[in-house]
Each structure stands twice: as structure tokens, then as C-alpha cells.
């Protein structure tokens, strides 16, 4: 199964925000969308990503004053992205090995989309049925 499928059903909605937003407006967007993390772009270039753990560390460490710091002050700059092409299984073990949970999907420089871990398990969860539904029909020769 490849990237593009679960971008077909899902859509290609990236939430974005700029890296000069607060913390606080990042928050708003993530309770806004019911989502785990964004984009942080620039001028529609990609250049960080930030998610609710790296609210959740830096808190810790700054406390609420962190809520009016800008969101480049706790974004990752070096984002691991995924093309349409790649399979759900290759992305599924990247995001096991590097521990996150979010790859944003690039296609010619742009992001087309992004994919999180329920989005990989759902797709793969679906594989697995239709494989189990193939075999079934093929033991009982309907
Ligand atoms: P997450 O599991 O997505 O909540 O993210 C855990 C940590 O990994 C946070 O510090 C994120 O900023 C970072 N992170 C999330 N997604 C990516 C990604 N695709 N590339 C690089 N870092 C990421």
C-alpha cells in the first residue's frame, strides 16, 4: 500500500503555522483541529515541524511563559518527510525507529499532505482484512 492511497481518503489538508506564532496560537490550532501536530512553514516553505510532546517538554522546562515564545523556539528544523511513492510499511518503520508519531508529505518541494501513526495503522489494519477476506474466499472457492 502506498502514501497516496491513505492521502486519497483522507485529503491532503495540512495544518500550517508560522514560525513567528506564539505557542499559545499553536495551541489553538491543535485543540481547533483535534490534531497531534503541525507544520511550521515559511512563505509555503516547509521548515520545522511541532507537535504536542515538544509542548509538553519545553513547558516543563520554562513554564507558562512559554505560551507567548515564538513556535521556532520548540519546533524540529530537521523534518523526516515522505514522498506519495513511499509504501506505509517503509514510513510505518521510519516513524517506529525515530520515535515520532507525524511525516509530513512532500511532492516537488511542496507539502501535498501528512500522514500520522493512526492514519499508517488504519491503512494497514484494512490490508490485513482485505488479505484475510481474499483468503476466505479462496479456501471456501467462492
Ligand atoms: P510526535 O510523536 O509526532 O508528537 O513528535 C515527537 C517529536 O518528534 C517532537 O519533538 C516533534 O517535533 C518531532 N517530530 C514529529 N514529527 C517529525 C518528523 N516528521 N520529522 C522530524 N521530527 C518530527
Given at each position: 500500500m502506498l502514501i497516496s492511497a491513505i492521502l486519497r481518503t483522507k485529503g491532503s489538508q495540512v495544518v500550517s503555522v508560522a514560525p513567528d506564532a506564539t505557542v499559545a496560537s499553536l495551541l489553538t490550532e491543535l485543540a481547533r483541529h483535534d490534531i497531534g501536530a503541525v507544520v511550521v512553514a515559511r512563505q509555503e516553505t516547509l521548515i520545522g515541524i511541532v507537535s504536542e510532546r515538544d509542548v509538553v517538554r519545553h513547558l516543563r522546562r520554562?513554564?507558562?511563559?512559554?505560551?507567548?515564545?515564538?513556535v521556532s523556539d520548540i519546533m524540529t528544523s530537521d523534518v523526516v518527510t515522505c514522498v506519495p511513492e513511499d509504501t506505509v510499511e517503509e514510513i510505518s518503520e521510519h516513524m517506529t525507529r525515530h520515535r515520532f508519531r507525524h511525516v509530513p508529505v512532500t511532492s516537488k518541494g511542496r507539502v501535498v499532505g501528512i500522514v500520522s501513526i493512526g492514519d499508517l495503522v488504519k491503512s494497514r489494519l484494512r490490508g490485513l482484512e482485505d488479505d484475510r477476506a481474499r483468503l476466505e474466499a479462496y479456501i471456501h472457492g467462492t
Amino acid at each position: 500500500m502506498l502514501i497516496s492511497a491513505i492521502l486519497r481518503t483522507k485529503g491532503s489538508q495540512v495544518v500550517s503555522v508560522a514560525p513567528d506564532a506564539t505557542v499559545a496560537s499553536l495551541l489553538t490550532e491543535l485543540a481547533r483541529h483535534d490534531i497531534g501536530a503541525v507544520v511550521v512553514a515559511r512563505q509555503e516553505t516547509l521548515i520545522g515541524i511541532v507537535s504536542e510532546r515538544d509542548v509538553v517538554r519545553h513547558l516543563r522546562r520554562r513554564g507558562p511563559d512559554l505560551l507567548a515564545a515564538p513556535v521556532s523556539d520548540i519546533m524540529t528544523s530537521d523534518v523526516v518527510t515522505c514522498v506519495p511513492e513511499d509504501t506505509v510499511e517503509e514510513i510505518s518503520e521510519h516513524m517506529t525507529r525515530h520515535r515520532f508519531r507525524h511525516v509530513p508529505v512532500t511532492s516537488k518541494g511542496r507539502v501535498v499532505g501528512i500522514v500520522s501513526i493512526g492514519d499508517l495503522v488504519k491503512s494497514r489494519l484494512r490490508g490485513l482484512e482485505d488479505d484475510r477476506a481474499r483468503l476466505e474466499a479462496y479456501i471456501h472457492g467462492t
